[in-house]
């Protein structure tokens, strides 16, 4: 639901343009700018700045994020104008955090709107020459911290596009602080720039900071950003940056703002740590405080190939010899330099911390000169064959942490070169007694090397690319693993009493780290969970275990959600642009199940990472397989996965091609060019535009591949729908079968679809229409849904009527809205968003979600009529109790049995529902417009046995009524 809210608010953002009273594209009007401030005041400067601009211009960037319990969800939307009468290609790109992942990208240009799929990556295919045809992406080239998303589509003449895009990520805690970066880079001036930042958390918000923008200048003063407000309260926080067109020209003039960084840590208590529940998910933060610090014994491996030579291995030097007055008095060390030939500072041990030590090894920091190439394996053997010595001597300490860093700027030229063999290597090296914790400097690293060679000995890896501060990423990174406080750590849960957990062995615990864990609850009515937690510490094993009440963490849980929901809200409805207030509508719906996304993000992390260190052929492609589906289920654009985005077509004149028409099969409606496509279990909604021949650009490859998408028409939402004739289909997951019954009605009656009055206050009926069978067909009349009602009672009563022509929403005000309009209202009670001609989706509550199809005929046959398909979304806010003829299936099981042949006769299939035998064939039903078939097992005689009592007794006296359901299941 959250993007189909994005796609849908915006539009109402999006208003005609003025045609220019000047033909003459060189003569510009400054109120094409559509400036935040008086056209006077701004400065001559900025002014000859705007008027050379040829590329669109940006009139519009905003960005959302809201943080909730360290999970944060950004939102960015941008509006270029295209001021010229011929078309211009304009250019949306946005930096990203290197480890969030994109979950949903639109357009909106001419009024369409071209909404993004992911879609699973093509296995790759050899050619005649033995080489891939498809490369995948990051195999072995250089990755930044960031990423850039780049999509190129031209504008038409005087126009103007929207682009969306949404990512996530889970924040990872560093040196004792969350970090959050946002990229303001637009590369040109923006007339309404934008940053709203809400941090919501469970536990009370500390330690809040704005750096400076980081760009690389040095600030006079170590303060927040020009114009930055910070709104701080116990749990709640809430950081605004918006810069005008002259504020922003005094900070830079190309529109390299820079990164706009918040950091904070929140309130912690000794235990077990915050554990957190939401719809049969639960996530573990567990970061322990005032622990002893365990001793390390640390192997420091540096590269010293004549590559280094100059400002590699100055700021190298530099950071190394900081190290050495960080070192503790319990700890032990070495050097090891490698290019083409290894030195060893001292052979064969590793030394204590003295004062002596500490000169003597500053002396050989201080020799080490560049030279030669550079030999990898070697210098890795050498490294963990010094610590391994150590560690089965007599001076090793039971219960230290032992590592070794390795630094390099290169890819193996000396010795073995050969990835797979180097990996083989260290494992028989390291023989799973410590951990390689690996850097690569520059932009000529092996980075896939690097990774794989980290997360197959325990480890981690650090990118530190060519124009960085390497002496402060290198320092940086040294304290995040330079203080160990547990080992061998174990979380354990109530065995049966959770699946799917993330990882939950840890090697190391270092200081101000965090780790979390994520599972499903196989039992969500269990009263509580048991936790326990094992660990060394220094020269003692450390046991802490509680019982977790479920009940009540899931209540802590939804409190902490409404507190989120209500803050987005109220952030939403502050003054600011359509777009803006669009954003802060669709980001209220993330709360909803943001434990189960965090899941998800955690699961397709170590996915990868399992990936990565597979051995075989067979662990790779299971781990693939499992990579992909969460993929696509959460929508991420991961390395596995493309994003596939159809671009419109824009004539030789400027203008937009018309939108294409897809001729209807017999006895089908024609639906709109825009049909959606959602998946409401996900919480994700598509539309898409059916341009034949249209091509997309490509992001970076550290992103993804946009493709062009093929030319359909689909809807993708639950099959448990009443649409055409009309024909009922009802999925039955846990049973994984789908069954399908009609509905011979009479014109004018109204059926009860879903009815829940009386627990969840919802309420579903459709009124039927008829119209004359066509030629040939052994019915003398057919009926279609010509109005759907749904009706609610909490937190007061509202409705919303919808027909082929209009949407009737009665809430807090009565409005009516043409179907053909592209538009999205929010009631409080209920919501409508309507995709101009296509579809209209109607949410209560945010777990409850109904999609209802347009089907409209431009030039009718007699036979034809213009009608509604009804398909449920979101049926998680529906009760056990709900009945209607599709609402008493949601949480029912069925079973399949087949009658043994009697004589001739042969063997049949019947359906047991509620002890109930129901006689079936098999049949395939067309749903979604016609763009889908279903197999699915076909109940005759209006339903006979399979639904509770009689068809008659589904009969509403009026479109309104909430009354009693069958057999009184739904009385006021």
């Not at 039992?523 to 048991?530: D, G, I, K, R």
């Not at 011979?744 to 879903?754: K, Q």
């Not at 299936?889 to 002890?915: I, M, T």
Request: glycine share 8%; aromatic share 6%; net charge neutral.
């Amino acid at each position: 639901m959250l993007l189909l809210l994005l796609v849908c608010a915006v539009p109402a953002a999006l208003a005609q343009l003025e045609e220019s009273q000047s033909e003459d594209e060189l003569d510009l009007d400054l109120a094409d700018f559509d400036l935040d401030i008086t056209p006077r005041r701004v400065p001559r400067q900025v002014k000859t700045l705007l008027s050379k601009e040829t590329k669109p211009h940006i009139q519009e960037l905003t960005i959302k994020t809201t943080i909730i319990s360290r999970y944060a969800f950004t939102a960015v939307y941008c509006a270029m104008l295209n001021r010229h009468s011929a078309a211009t290609e304009g250019v949306f790109h946005f930096q990203i955090p290197a480890d969030a992942y994109v979950s949903n990208f639109t357009m909106i240009i001419g009024g369409r709107v071209y909404q993004s799929e992911v879609r699973p990556k093509e296995k790759r295919v050899r050619q005649d020459n033995g080489k891939p045809k498809h490369k995948e992406s990051g195999d072995a080239s250089p990755q930044p911290e960031v990423e850039v998303f780049k999509m190129a589509v031209n504008i038409p003449g005087r126009n103007r596009a929207v682009f969306l895009l949404t990512y996530e990520e889970l924040l990872k805690r560093r040196l004792g602080r969350y970090e959050h970066v946002t990229s303001l880079r637009p590369l040109q001036l923006v007339s309404r720039l934008s940053l709203d930042v809400s941090i919501i958390d469970h536990s009370v918000i500390r330690d809040l900071e704005v750096l400076p923008l980081r760009n690389g200048k040095t600030p006079a003063k170590p303060e927040p950003p020009i114009t930055t407000a910070i709104k701080h309260e116990k749990n709640v926080c809430r950081i605004t940056f918006s810069p005008n067109i002259v504020q922003q020209a005094k900070i830079t003039t190309n529109g390299l703002l820079g990164d706009f960084v918040i950091r904070y840590d929140v309130q912690r208590d000794m235990g077990i740590g915050d554990i957190q529940v939401l719809n049969g998910h639960f996530v573990h933060y567990f970061a322990p405080k005032d622990l002893p610090v365990v001793p390390k014994n640390v192997v420091f491996v540096i590269d010293t190939s004549a590559s280094m030579l100059g400002t590699k291995i100055r700021q190298t030097k530099d950071t190394l010899l900081t190290i050495l007055k960080d070192l503790r008095p319990g700890d032990r060390f070495n050097f090891i330099s490698f290019s083409n030939r290894i030195k060893v500072w001292q052979p064969g041990r590793l030394v204590p911390v003295t004062p002596l030590n500490i000169r003597d090894a500053k002396k050989f920091i201080y020799m080490l000169v560049p030279t030669g190439g550079t030999n990898i394996d070697s210098a890795i053997q050498t490294g963990a064959s010094v610590l391994r010595d150590y560690l089965s001597g007599p001076d090793a300490s039971p219960n230290s942490v032992s590592l070794v860093i390795f630094l390099t700027d290169g890819r193996p030229t000396v010795g073995q070169t050969l990835s797979t063999a180097i990996l083989g290597n260290a494992r028989s090296a390291v023989q799973e007694k410590f951990c390689i914790f690996t850097i690569g400097l520059g932009n000529d690293v092996d980075y896939r090397l690097l990774e794989r060679m980290a997360l197959e000995n325990c480890g981690m890896m650090r990118r530190i690319h060519e124009e960085a501060d390497a002496s402060a990423m290198l320092k940086g990174f040294y304290d995040e693993i330079g203080t160990p406080l547990l080992s061998d750590i174990r979380i354990n849960y109530t065995e049966d009493s959770v699946q799917y957990v993330t990882q939950h062995l840890f090697t190391n615990y270092f200081n101000g780290s965090e780790i979390v864990i994520a599972g499903k609850l196989t039992n969500q009515s269990a009263e509580s969970l048991h936790v326990q937690v094992t660990a060394s510490n220094n020269d003692k094993s450390i046991i802490l275990e509680t019982d977790v009440p479920l009940r009540h963490r899931q209540k802590e849980t939804e409190k902490h959600v409404k507190e989120a929901t209500a803050a987005m809200a109220a952030g939403a409805k502050a003054p600011g642009s359509g777009g803006a207030q669009g954003l802060g509508v669709a980001l209220g719906s993330i709360a909803e199940d943001f434990v189960e996304r965090v899941w998800g993000f955690l699961s397709v992390k170590e996915g990868l990472r399992s990936r990565l260190r597979s051995q075989t052929s067979k662990d790779r492609e299971d781990h693939t397989h499992q990579v992909t589906n969460l993929s696509l289920t959460y929508h991420f654009l991961t390395p596995l996965t493309n994003l596939v985005v159809e671009k419109p077509e824009v004539l030789e004149d400027g203008s937009m091609a018309p939108a294409p028409t897809v001729k209807p099969a017999s006895g089908e409606a024609v639906s709109s060019a825009n049909d959606l496509q959602s998946d409401f279990e996900d919480g994700n909604s598509q539309l898409s535009d059916t341009k034949p021949g249209s091509r997309a650009s490509s992001p970076s490859n550290t992103i993804g591949k946009v493709e062009k998408r093929p030319a359909k028409k689909s809807i993708t939402v639950s099959k448990t729908s009443a649409d055409g004739d009309p024909h009922f289909v009802v999925e039955f997951p846990l049973s994984k079968l789908t069954v399908c019954f009609n509905i011979n009605g009479e014109p004018g009656h109204v059926l009860r679809l879903v009815s829940d009055h009386k627990y969840s206050g919802v309420t579903a009926n459709g009124k039927l229409i008829g119209a004359p069978a066509p030629p040939g067909s052994h019915k003398q009349q057919r009926t279609y849904f010509s109005t759907i009602i749904i009706v609610v009672d909490r937190p007061r009563r509202a409705y919303i009527e919808v027909t082929p022509k209009k949407v009737i929403l009665d809430g807090r005000d009565r409005m009516v809205l043409p179907c053909s309009s592209t538009v999205a209202v929010d009631s409080g009670a209920l919501s409508v968003s309507i995709v101009g001609n296509a579809n209209v989706t109607v949410t209560v509550g945010g777990n409850v979600s109904f999609v209802i199809l347009l089907h409209q005929y431009k030039n009718p046959a007699p036979y034809q009529r213009d009608h509604l398909g009804f398909y449920i979304g979101n049926s998680k806010g529906l009760s056990h109790n709900c009945h209607g003829l599709l609402g008493q299936f949601l949480y029912e099981e069925v079973g399949l049995a087949e009658l043994p042949a009697e004589g001739d006769v042969k063997p049949s299939q019947v359906l047991k529902v509620k002890g109930r035998s129901v006689p079936v064939v098999q049949k395939s039903r067309r749903i979604y417009s016609g763009t889908q078939s279903v197999d699915c097992w076909f109940a005759r005689n209006n339903a006979a046995k399979l639904i509770d009592g009689q068809y008659e007794d589904y009969l509403a006296p009026h479109m309104f009524d909430t009354g009693d359901g069958p057999h009184g299941t739904n009385s006021m």
